[in-house]
């Protein structure tokens, strides 16, 4: 065991001085001290403090995952009716009842034997015959119900789907270190040391940065790397390999000098930015520039500004994209006219409601073998809730059927010439059931429309989205859609002809304080990281102060320090110059810690904190456990070298066995734990790991390093 001494003792301090170097940029930040470049540039993992040591947010929300339940027997019910329409040629009628039910209603009640298993294939699984309605049959009825335990299930899949989208979500907006994590049927978020300011100008910078890119691989075809400014948020670093870099840019953009400033003017960036100039005082990097937001473009990301303002409405959004059918035909009840010319007629809209009524013109695209629409009708109103409680307090015989509901999109007007138009809301009469869903989008991404530059969004969908849209498109050439977009309307473009390929476009309107481009740059950032499965409502939120953290973090620190003191007293004392080498051995235990934290970019905390403090403790004892075992073995007889191989060997098992049975309590505690407890986890986890190395292997070659020499034949213990 002897062997390959020399060399075991250079790889313990190569490892113990590129742990100490990956901890330096980590300790730095920290203390706010500036380091060489090379050793930031080469490390650049590092460890956060957590919420509890330097301030930030708390939000909890809670899921709406009952809502999610009965979107998803609604989805079911579709896809029913449309299976038995393909595949048996028979129209059914699907109804849900609460979160568990759907009946399968037949015209003709022979018709219930055509229900078999490839027309019922979308409810295997999910849904079952209820045993209890099986005499409804004869009256062409089919009754499916959800299990109690699928339903369980699925509530915990609900949760679960909420916080990877939040998640992606908020890594999609460049949060640094948040922390996510499930609470029953709560998502936690905690946003550690993230000023609004900040938040504001990073999610700018990083729209910015992606249309910069965008507009250089296409005018210059060539690889671009644009990375957040490690000093400045508001900044952006671009590298472009193997070219200049501001001849490159200079050839695809603009750049004017306005007081020694060089400007970039264009409009695509979405906000001003400038070129800095050269560091006078480094070394030129041809392929390296830095572009900033001016003065006057952090002032209007920042203007109207309110904490996390823009953050939380990305988070919060639904995101439930939805494609309706808009039915302004069919005529209401034994009216004969459609419903809301109905309304009109009947009397219901008089003036002082605040409401007007509007006849608009005809669509439709006979041409192409489609329907003429004539003379729909619309009611408009400056405040929804003006339309919402409308409808609301009609009386119950005039209100609509299941099958169809009331959808609301805003309508700007001008009302005064060269003012800016206000915004309306106006209704839809649409299908109840949605025909496309947002779950079936796979990419989506910011265009601009051909004629006006204005930006839009384009939407992909999968191949059953594609199939669907096809079908849906050619059934009603000629007719209206509507996209809804979080409960409201966002177009409302008519059927040309059928469309194949899966592709829509989505055209936005500008909301105050937030622009068409901002409005689109975040909708692709919902859609791709995907469409909340319920609404989060939130209940509770806090900033936490950085006083207190600072509070923490040096009491924390003072007890590591006394801690760590009085170990190194007492092995000193106790074991004399066998626990000078323990206390080596605990000090770069100390230090593997935090690179091995600072390698997988973990937060600390508090509880974490202790954990470090406690692994203190626990790495002493190993070598408590060792040096016991040698001194037995010394009073027995054994020689020096002897005595030092026989600890060693006998005392590994107990060591091992003491550090596992702590183990399965820290992964316990990681696996079921959120929030601080796991903190405390992983640090604990990790200071096992780095124990064992430390007390059993790395205090065994200063050992052998002794044992090698000729004469020894004592140790100091």
Not at 29 to 49: G, H, N, V, Y
Not at 531 to 546: D, M, Q, T
Not at 613 to 625: H, P, Q
Not at 658 to 676: D, K
């Amino acid at each position: 065991m002897r062997r390959f001494v020399k060399l075991k003792a250079l790889l313990l301090v190569l490892l113990l001085a590129v742990a100490a170097i990956s901890v330096a940029p980590s300790v730095a930040r920290i203390a706010d001290i500036t380091l060489p470049s090379w050793i930031t540039q080469t490390f650049t993992r590092e460890f956060k403090l957590g919420l509890d040591l330097q301030g930030g947010l708390h939000l909890e929300y809670s899921v709406a995952v009952d809502e999610a339940l009965r979107n998803k027997l609604d989805q079911m019910a579709g896809e029913l009716e449309s299976a038995f329409k393909e595949k048996k040629d028979v129209k059914v009628t699907v109804d849900r009842t609460g979160i568990d039910t759907l009946d399968i209603k037949f015209d003709n009640p022979e018709d219930v034997k055509l229900a078999t298993e490839d027309v019922m294939a979308v409810a295997i699984g999910y849904l079952v015959e209820d045993p209890d309605a099986e005499g409804m049959r004869a009256e062409g009825i089919i009754r499916m119900k959800v299990p109690e335990e699928v339903i369980a299930e699925n509530r915990k899949a609900v949760v679960g789907q909420a916080l990877d989208t939040v998640r992606r979500r908020v890594d999609a907006m460049g949060v640094a270190e948040p922390n996510i994590y499930p609470k029953n049927r709560h998502v936690v978020v905690e946003l550690p040391g993230v000023s609004d300011t900040a938040t504001e100008l990073r999610a700018a910078a990083k729209e910015a940065g992606d249309q910069l890119s965008s507009a250089l691989r296409e005018s210059a075809d060539v690889q671009i790397k644009v990375v957040e400014n490690r000093e400045d948020p508001g900044a952006l670093d671009v590298r472009i390999p193997e070219r200049d870099a501001r001849k490159i840019l200079g050839e695809a953009i603009k750049i004017v000098e306005e007081d020694g400033v060089q400007l970039l003017v264009t409009d695509q960036l979405g906000v001003q930015m400038a070129l800095l100039p050269v560091d006078l005082g480094a070394e030129p990097d041809p392929e390296m520039m830095t572009i900033t937001m001016t003065e006057a473009g952090r002032d209007k990301v920042l203007e109207g500004s309110s904490g996390f303002r823009r953050l939380l409405k990305v988070i919060e959004r639904a995101a439930t994209l939805q494609m309706h059918l808009v039915d302004d035909e069919t005529p209401f009840k034994d009216t004969g006219v459609p419903y809301l010319r109905a309304l009109y007629e009947a009397g219901f809209v008089h003036q002082g409601m605040g409401i007007s009524v509007n006849q608009e013109a005809d669509y439709g695209r006979p041409e192409k073998g489609g329907v003429v629409v004539e003379e729909p009708y619309t009611f408009i109103a400056l405040e929804r809730e003006t339309l919402e409680t409308f409808f609301r307090e009609l009386p119950a015989e005039w209100r609509l059927p299941k099958t169809h509901k009331v959808a609301y999109g805003q309508l700007p007007i001008p009302l005064r010439r060269g003012e800016e138009p206000t915004q309306f809301w106006r209704t839809y009469i649409v299908r109840s059931r949605a025909d496309i869903t947002g779950d079936r989008i796979i990419n989506a991404t910011v265009g601009f429309k051909q004629d006006t530059g204005v930006p839009q969004v384009e939407v992909s969908f999968d191949k059953i989205g594609a199939r669907d849209f096809d079908r849906m498109s050619g059934d009603n050439v000629g007719r209206k859609m509507a996209i809804i977009m979080d409960d409201m309307v966002m177009s409302d473009p008519v059927f040309n002809e059928r469309i194949s390929g899966g592709n829509v476009v989505i055209t936005l309107g500008s909301t105050p304080g937030e622009s068409i481009r901002e409005a689109a740059n975040d909708l692709v950032k919902v859609l791709k990281s995907g469409s909340l499965p319920a609404r989060l409502n939130k209940e509770f939120e806090i900033r936490v102060g950085a006083d207190l953290g600072q509070e923490s973090v040096e009491k924390g620190f003072k007890a590591f320090v006394i801690g760590l003191g009085l170990v190194i007293v007492f092995m000193g004392i106790y074991y004399r110059g066998a626990g000078l080498i323990a206390v080596f051995a605990l000090v770069m235990n100390m230090v593997l810690v935090l690179a091995a934290m600072a390698l997988f970019q973990a937060t600390l905390t508090l509880p974490g904190i202790a954990g470090i403090v406690l692994t203190i403790g626990m790495a002493v004892d190993a070598n408590v456990i060792i040096f016991e075992r040698v001194r037995e073995f010394l009073r027995e007889g054994y020689t020096a070298r002897k005595a030092i191989e026989a600890g060693y060997d006998r005392a590994f098992t107990t060591i091992l066995d003491s550090q596992l049975t702590t183990a399965i309590a820290g992964i316990v505690l990681w696996q079921f734990g959120s929030g601080p407890i796991r903190g405390f986890a992983i640090t604990l986890l990790i200071g096992i790991a780095t124990s064992i190395f430390t007390g059993v292997f790395a205090t065994r070659v200063f050992f052998d390093w002794q044992a090698n020499r000729r004469g020894f034949d004592k140790v100091s213990i």
